[in-house]
């Protein structure tokens, strides 16, 4: 509990630096490989001949993009959406973007975007918690009509029990809140997490998310 605390003082007073803060976020974790959800939800793509090529995808919260560059690698289209111009920029900056790669980047706070629609697949990996609750629902409702029937959200959510869980600029459910969220949605993956570990950039807390692979239909 005690530990617990601290790591909450810690994690607001780091977060008044946001620009450093996401730079070496993004200097660890930049080059790491995609993440499981995007992997799967990429692969339910291929399952299906329903929906025609080439696949337009939103990124949200791209930083430098590990997860952007997983979608280009298969020929996705991607709009690349993140609020810090060090993460667009690194992104850009990127030697493995492949050389015909359709790629736009939007330097923006995701709550105050329009997105362009309609897209096949909405990524947000552990970025969508980043939303104070109050901008939430609003910005859940814009993804889902950015999405084409048959597209996918795949994203991470916060749980109650996250160390996290209190600070206000943050978005948190408990799991009946994440299944009303779903309730319209084919839920083709969901994972729910616990564990204590460090974060990229090397404190420790106690992660509990909410693991999330959905389809629109
Ligand atoms: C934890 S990082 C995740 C980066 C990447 N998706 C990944 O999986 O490693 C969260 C990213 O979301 C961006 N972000 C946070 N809140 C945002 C918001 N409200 N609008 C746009 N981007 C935001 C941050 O700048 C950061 O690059």
Redesign the pocket.
């Known amino acids: 509990m005690f530990e617990k605390i601290i790591h909450k003082i810690l994690f607001f007073k780091k977060d008044s630096s946001?620009n450093s803060k996401?730079k070496n976020?993004?200097s660890i974790?930049g080059n790491?490989k995609p993440?499981e959800t995007l992997k799967f939800a990429i692969k339910q793509f291929e399952t299906e001949t329903f929906l025609a090529e080439p696949y337009d995808a939103i990124?949200?919260?791209?930083?430098?993009g590990?997860?952007t560059i997983e979608l280009l690698l298969n020929q996705w289209r991607v709009t690349a959406?993140?609020?810090?111009i060090t993460?667009i920029e690194g992104l850009m900056q990127r030697t493995d973007i492949p050389a015909k790669a359709s790629i736009r980047t939007i330097c923006?706070?995701?709550?105050e975007?329009l997105f362009p629609s309609p897209v096949h697949l909405v990524n947000?990996?552990?970025?969508l918690p980043?939303?104070p609750p109050n901008k939430f629902p609003a910005l859940w409702e814009n993804i889902l009509s950015s999405l084409i029937t048959g597209g996918r959200i795949a994203c991470q959510l916060y749980g109650e029990r996250d160390s996290w869980f209190g600070n206000p600029r943050m978005t948190f459910f408990s799991h009946s809140e994440i299944m009303a969220l779903l309730k319209s949605l084919n839920v083709e993956l969901f994972r729910e997490e616990e564990e204590d570990s460090k974060t990229p950039r090397g404190y420790y807390k106690h992660w509990h998310i909410f693991h999330i692979v959905a389809q629109k239909f």
């Open positions: 946001m996401w976020y993004y974790t790491r993440r990124d949200l919260g791209c930083g430098s590990r997860d959406i993140d609020s810090e993460a923006s706070r995701f709550e975007t947000s990996s552990f970025a980043l939303v």
